[in-house]
């Protein structure tokens, strides 16, 4: 039972360049979330998925786009990196009111 | 419109000496209430969580927190800290429906020998 896992664990950019960020946990939770953790700020939301097939915006989702391949997977892209985006990415999934939270993906855009 | 705030950015306490870190949240209705620990390059881990009942509610490590509704609060307290404590701290608000959370901007804890 590996629980959250992320992918990759960092990323160097160069701005305009695109990537995704993947995600997936083996605990079959219908809710996944992706937040981002920047220094004094504590974690945004930047979208979130209540199940399979339904995606919704979440405090900070411009320049990002998601995707729920299926119940384990949930994906977040960047289609045109800016330095703005530099941040440490968590994804997380949630059993009835808890949320568990992956390792992180530090993501440098230059 | 929902907020959490964490007072202190910093804190730094002596191994033994007991801890407690500040939280203070606006929240329409009856929130659902958190805190997680962050280790240095690590994930967020749940430390305790109150829903409803008894406003005191006991954790993982030692720690416990007290929900006071009058004083919009949920401090974290732990008696007696250790040198494996120190971490950044986050108090978090949730809503029931989404289960989105709201995080205080985390307090850092350093702990002296």
């Known amino acids: 039972n590996a629980g959250v896992t992320q992918t990759p664990k960092f990323q160097v950019l160069k701005t305009g360049q695109s990537m995704t960020l993947q995600c997936a946990q083996d605990?079959?939770?219908?809710?996944m979330y992706w937040y981002r953790q920047d220094p004094g700020m504590g974690l945004r939301l930047i979208y979130y998925?209540?199940?399979?097939?339904?995606?919704d915006k979440g405090e900070v989702p411009n320049g990002y786009n998601v995707s729920r391949l299926n119940k384990r997977e949930f994906s977040l892209r960047l289609e045109s990196a800016a330095p703005s985006q530099t941040s440490v990415y968590f994804c997380?999934?949630?059993?009835?009111?808890?949320?568990?939270f992956g390792p992180g993906t530090r993501l440098t855009v230059l | 419109a929902q907020s959490v705030t964490q007072p202190d950015i910093h804190i730094t306490v002596s191994e033994g000496a007991s801890l407690e870190l500040r939280c203070n949240y606006s929240?329409?209705?009856?929130?659902?209430l958190f805190w997680y620990v962050q280790s240095p390059g690590q994930g967020l881990q749940l430390l305790l969580k109150?829903?409803?009942?008894?406003?005191l509610v006991q954790g993982i490590k030692g720690f416990e927190a007290e929900f006071k509704r009058s004083q919009s609060s949920f401090n974290l307290r732990k008696p007696s800290v250790h040198w494996s404590d120190a971490a950044e701290y986050f108090c978090?608000?949730?809503?029931?429906?989404?289960?989105?959370?709201?995080f205080g901007q985390g307090t850092t804890l350093q702990v002296k020998p």
């Open positions: 997380a999934s949630r059993k009835t009111d808890t949320q568990y």
């Open positions: 109150y829903f409803s009942g008894d406003t």
């Open positions: 978090a608000v949730g809503s029931g429906n989404t289960g989105k959370l709201i």
């Open positions: 929240y329409g209705a009856t929130p659902y």
């Open positions: 998925s209540a199940s399979e097939g339904t995606t």
């Open positions: 605990m079959n939770h219908n809710s």
